[in-house]
């Protein structure tokens, strides 16, 4: 079963994926998300489903996702804090 790490990039906003298959082959992505909504694109997740099988892709969008709001929580209570950005 191959291996992933997820690392948010808040500068970007983007969650990178990096996959080490079984055989040491190497797969990145980024996926893009909004940071005030947290919507990100899934076209990238399908074709890591197709490569890898939906219960193995379940785990990653589990960790992708928690990545996502906790970046949305912490610009939202910025935003709570120092509405006018000072």
Known sequence: MPQFQCELDVNVNAVKVHVV???????????????????????????LESRYGQAWIETLEARVRKLIDEAVMTRRRAERDDPWGF
């Not at 082959?25 to 893009?32: G, V």
């Open 21 to 47: 298959e079984d055989g040491g082959e190497k797969c990145d992505c980024n996926l893009s998300f909004d940071p005030r909504s947290g919507h990100y694109d899934y076209d990238q997740l399908a074709e």
